[in-house]
């Protein structure tokens, strides 16, 4: 098997963001209030709102063995570049068959949660600016035809959060991070008219929602004293509850042509929670005063699945919707195919039909970012 026998688009990597992010991009009367790394201890730490914040391991793990996976704080000598640099992540990328990739922020969390919590909103807003630049004009611009640009936006100011949108979908943008769940930080559900700024900018300017697992700040556990292991393994609850609210809620009714991508949230629970979902809400809605849109029916006309490598789910492909399955590569996090995504492809993905092939592991994500792979927008 050549290496590259698959062309594939991942829509869930991750950035570990260099230390320059903030530094480089506002202004410089904000002294140490900017996000900044300093060495303490033999140590690196991002300082954050006076905080010092390190680096865990699991999020950059590519390029180790799995013995030396760990929790512990890391220093950026101890990553591979292509954890930061992207240029580096490039070459990766490129070594792997991996022609398209949208990558999610970790310091300010997945869905921009972390920038939500800071006091000073007109700082925090700077700072979703400088980040958006860095994305646009560094990150994205070292790899144009390869890096799709995404976003984050100001949480706590939605008419803000629209024109940061709006300036940055002019500038290429495809797609925009969003909290899978909002009720845990202190925002209003999605069945509030709050966000509808948000929607109507995303609509307008075609740019994908992405609402990656843990996003919201926090995973299922129903044993915190238990390992670690429960909560990821469990992850996908949250994909699960995400799509369902979001298919049941004002949203897609008032925004028919929105578009959700659940991230790392799996596709082998979606065909039985739709199921579920109908029956309940064929139960229900009249005297809860629904319209007779099913959630299946916003499933297949305005939301896509994610996954690494799912068999089983896979089995279900025909009740899901082949058009509606994305592939993920998930560098540089322990979940990652990366090196080996030819390899893990191959084997879950190999005896099915060759356009499903293609469907699945770059078709449908051009379709959904407008993006060609080896070319970039379109």
């Given amino acids: 098997m050549s290496q590259t026998k698959y062309k594939l688009f991942s829509v869930d990597d991750h950035i570990i963001e260099p230390p320059n992010v903030w530094t480089d991009r506002v202004p410089a ?10 060495e303490e201890g033999g140590r690196q730490f991002w300082v954050w709102e006076g905080e010092r914040i390190p680096q865990m391991g699991l ?22 570049p292509g954890c ?5 992540r490039a070459k990766d990328m490129r070594s ?6 949208l990558c999610f922020p970790t310091l300010t969390g997945f869905g921009g949660r972390v920038l939500n919590n800071i006091a000073d909103k007109e700082f925090a807003s700077l700072l979703v600016r400088a980040y958006n630049d860095f994305i646009l004009d560094e990150w994205c611009a070292a790899a144009p035809e390869m890096y799709v640009p995404m976003i984050a936006g100001q949480l706590w100011d939605p008419a803000a959060m629209a024109d940061e949108i709006r300036r940055c979908a002019e500038r290429g943008a495809r797609a925009l991070t969003f ?16 966000w509808d700024p948000i929607w109507r900018a995303c609509e307008e300017t075609e740019v994908v929602v992405c609402m990656h697992i843990g996003s919201s700040g926090s995973l299922t556990n129903p044993a915190p004293d238990g390992h670690f292991i429960i909560p990821i393994a469990l992850g996908n609850l949250n994909a699960q509850a995400a799509m369902i609210t979001f298919a ?47 959630p299946s029916e916003v499933w297949h006309r305005n939301i896509w699945g994610c996954m690494i490598d799912e068999p089983i789910g896979l089995k279900s492909r025909y009740d899901i919707g082949v058009d509606k399955i994305l592939w993920e590569c998930d560098y540089p996090h322990c979940d990652s195919t990366w090196p080996d ?38």
């Fill in 84 to 88: 930061y640099d992207p240029v580096q």
């Fill in 179 to 194: 909290p899978e769940g909002t009720v845990s930080l202190g925002l209003p559900s999605l069945f509030s008219d709050y």
């Fill in 29 to 38: 009367k904000y002294g140490d209030q900017i996000p900044h790394v300093v």
């Fill in 96 to 101: 792997d068959g991996i022609l398209a990739t």
């Fill in 248 to 294: 049941m809620s004002p949203v897609p009714r008032k925004f028919p042509n929105i578009k959700l991508a659940i991230s790392e949230g799996g596709i082998g629970w979606i065909a039985s929670a739709l199921e579920r979902a109908d029956r309940q809400f064929k139960k229900h809605r009249l005297h809860q005063h629904m319209d007779d849109l099913l």
């Fill in 341 to 378: 995504s030819q390899k893990l492809v191959e084997e879950f993905l190999g005896e099915l039909p060759a356009e499903e092939i293609s469907a699945i592991t770059h078709g449908n994500a051009e379709k959904l970012f407008r993006w060609k792979l080896g070319v970039g927008a379109v």
């Fill in 59 to 80: 999020n950059a793990v590519a390029g180790k063995p799995q013995e030396e996976w760990n929790t512990e704080p890391v220093r950026y000598t101890d990553m591979i």
